[in-house]
């Protein structure tokens, strides 16, 4: 009988195979090493180029996307006031409204304006956020040091560019200083610019932080945004009230009417935190020794300007003064809600994140009332907006007694409510005996 090679694995056909030992331990030749330090060159090169180029192209983009509307409207508004002046003062002027969206104090001729229209910062924000977040996409950076790269260029080309704007605008009837721009600029650009890469990152710290740290914030923020949005509201039934008076002032102006209508209603959010500090009691001020509250109204003259045209002129009537506990009810609701949210959390821990709720609420309306105000004038108009300490102190006790005390008597009825719903299942629920050791002691007898 003719025999066949053995081809199965560990027997004389495998043994038949040339075998040539590699050593993993020798040093690779000259060209292979070169071919393999190519590539990782080539990427550390392109990472500092893309990181470069990414950071200058979203940064422009953000600044294009903002300051050309700005640039339109006041070439618009030039050609209809008769195209008086050079166009140098025209490109300063919008350069004027683009520093003023940063909080940038400015000076047109003797007036010294440092209210930022909040509409135009929170744009401002929104776009340096795109535009850091951007650059983190463009060189793949999910970690710390990738947001601290991009978020730290973005800012870096973005306030020199505030810091030229602010050389240039410095023309005509227009004076800017300089470092107070920057002062003012640089605060918003870093956060808005760390925050925008570390979301794109995902290495922001609200994810990693205590889960009634969370809540506690989350409730606090959407309690400030209730408070703002009753603010906002007051605003629109002001105006609806005063429509007629609104409408004798844009009349004034005549056919440059559409312009200061614009410039309203980028001053809009600011009325309605203005309008939220009066909901909460402190009010606010519309020039030097003045006061709106709910019950004391102390005005002086005030320039025609529509804004200013739908400020309460007298107190609130006593069908009104509902408006006054608005604060103390809006966080009590939200302190049931943080509670029936929050079933698995202990009372000492619904407690912090009720006090964590109410300190949020109220930095974020004394934050929002210091951007909000500032001076239109150095006279009159030398103190516009609502005190931010007064904001912070008042708001806080009523949305700390609003939210802790909401919290802790819904947490009580929410105990008790689990009691009862347990007792009930205790008494419908049906004994079952357990099965028994053996056979013989389940049927009662022996076979």
Same mark, same amino acid.
């Given at each position: 009988?003719?025999?066949?090679?053995?081809?199965?694995?560990?027997?004389?056909?495998?043994?038949? #195979?040339?075998?040539?030992?590699?050593?993993?331990?020798?040093?690779?030749?000259?060209? /292979?090493?070169?071919?393999?330090?190519?590539?990782?060159? %080539?990427?550390?090169?392109?990472?500092?180029?893309?990181?470069?180029?990414? !950071?200058?192209?979203?940064?422009?983009?953000?600044?294009?996307? $903002?300051?050309?509307?700005?640039?339109?409207?006041?070439?618009?508004?030039?050609? /209809?006031?008769?195209?008086?002046?050079?166009?140098?003062?025209?490109?300063?002027?919008?350069?004027?409204?683009?520093?003023?969206?940063?909080?940038?104090?400015?000076?047109? =001729?003797?007036?010294?304006?440092? $209210?930022?229209?909040?509409?135009?910062?929170?744009?401002?924000?929104?776009?340096?956020?795109?535009?850091?977040?951007?650059?983190?996409?463009?060189?793949? =950076?999910?970690?710390?040091?990738? $947001?601290?790269?991009?978020?730290?260029?973005?800012?870096?080309?973005?306030?020199?560019?505030?810091?030229?704007?602010?050389?240039?605008?410095?023309?005509?009837?227009?004076?800017?200083?300089?470092?107070?721009?920057?002062?003012?600029?640089?605060?918003? *650009?870093?956060?808005?610019?760390?925050?925008?890469?570390?979301?794109?990152?995902?290495?922001?710290?609200?994810?990693?932080?205590?889960?009634?740290?969370?809540? =506690?914030?989350?409730? %606090?923020?959407?309690?400030? =945004?209730?408070?703002?949005?009753?603010?906002?509201?007051?605003?629109?039934?002001? &105006?609806?009230?005063?429509?007629?008076? *609104?409408?004798?002032?844009?009349?004034?102006?005549?056919?440059?009417?559409?312009?200061?209508?614009?410039?309203?209603?980028?001053?809009?959010?600011?009325?309605?935190?203005?309008?939220?500090?009066?909901?909460?009691?402190?009010?606010?001020?519309?020039?030097?020794?003045?006061?709106? /509250?709910?019950?004391?109204?102390?005005?002086?003259?005030?320039? !025609? &300007?529509?804004?200013?045209?739908?400020?309460?002129? !007298?107190?609130?009537?006593?069908?009104?003064?509902?408006?006054? %506990?608005?604060?103390?009810?809006?966080?009590?609701?939200?302190?049931?809600?943080?509670?029936? #949210?929050?079933?698995?959390?202990?009372?000492?821990?619904?407690?912090?994140?009720?006090?964590?709720?109410?300190?949020?609420?109220?930095?974020?309306?004394?934050?929002?009332?210091?951007?909000?105000?500032?001076?239109?004038?150095?006279?009159?108009?030398?103190?516009?907006?609502?005190?931010?300490?007064?904001?912070?102190?008042?708001? %806080? $006790? /009523?949305?700390?007694?609003?939210? *802790?005390?909401?919290?802790?008597?819904?947490?009580?009825?929410?105990?008790?409510?689990?009691?009862?719903?347990?007792?009930?299942?205790?008494?419908?629920?049906?004994?079952?005996?357990?099965?028994?050791?053996? #056979? @013989? @002691?389940?049927?009662? &007898?022996?076979?």
């Amino acid at each position: 009988m003719e025999q066949r090679p053995d081809r199965r694995p560990g027997r004389a056909g495998s043994a038949q #195979r040339a075998t040539v030992p590699i050593d993993v331990a020798a040093d690779p030749l000259p060209s /292979q090493r070169a071919t393999e330090a190519i590539p990782v060159r %080539g990427k550390a090169a392109r990472r500092p180029r893309a990181l470069l180029a990414s !950071a200058l192209a979203t940064t422009l983009w953000s600044i294009v996307v $903002v300051f050309t509307p700005i640039l339109v409207c006041v070439i618009l508004g030039w050609w /209809q006031a008769g195209a008086e002046g050079s166009v140098a003062t025209v490109a300063a002027a919008a350069g004027v409204v683009w520093l003023s969206g940063h909080g940038a104090p400015v000076d047109i =001729g003797t007036i010294h304006l440092s $209210v930022a229209p909040l509409a135009l910062t929170a744009l401002i924000a929104w776009r340096l956020a795109k535009a850091a977040a951007g650059t983190t996409r463009a060189i793949g =950076g999910r970690d710390a040091a990738a $947001v601290r790269a991009a978020a730290g260029l973005v800012t870096i080309l973005y306030t020199g560019a505030v810091a030229g704007v602010a050389a240039l605008c410095s023309t005509g009837p227009f004076t800017v200083d300089l470092p107070a721009a920057l002062a003012h600029a640089a605060p918003l *650009v870093i956060a808005a610019t760390a925050y925008g890469a570390a979301r794109e990152a995902g290495v922001l710290p609200w994810d990693t932080s205590s889960l009634w740290l969370r809540r =506690g914030l989350r409730t %606090g923020m959407t309690t400030a =945004g209730a408070v703002l949005a009753c603010g906002a509201a007051a605003t629109g039934v002001a &105006f609806a009230v005063r429509g007629p008076v *609104v409408a004798d002032t844009l009349g004034v102006y005549g056919d440059e009417s559409w312009i200061v209508a614009l410039l309203s209603l980028l001053y809009l959010p600011n009325l309605a935190v203005w309008a939220a500090a009066y909901i909460t009691g402190p009010g606010f001020a519309v020039g030097t020794d003045t006061a709106v /509250q709910a019950a004391l109204v102390e005005l002086g003259p005030l320039p !025609a &300007f529509p804004v200013f045209a739908a400020v309460p002129t !007298a107190p609130l009537p006593d069908y009104a003064t509902i408006l006054i %506990g608005l604060p103390v009810m809006l966080a009590a609701v939200f302190g049931v809600v943080l509670t029936y #949210r929050s079933p698995d959390l202990r009372v000492p821990r619904v407690t912090t994140a009720a006090i964590v709720a109410a300190a949020t609420a109220a930095a974020v309306l004394g934050l929002l009332s210091y951007l909000s105000g500032g001076a239109a004038g150095v006279d009159l108009l030398a103190v516009l907006g609502p005190d931010p300490l007064a904001v912070v102190a008042l708001g %806080g $006790v /009523q949305f700390l007694i609003g939210l *802790v005390g909401a919290a802790l008597v819904a947490r009580l009825f929410a105990v008790h409510r689990r009691a009862a719903e347990a007792e009930l299942v205790r008494r419908d629920t049906v004994v079952i005996p357990e099965p028994s050791p053996n #056979r @013989d @002691d389940a049927l009662g &007898f022996s076979a």
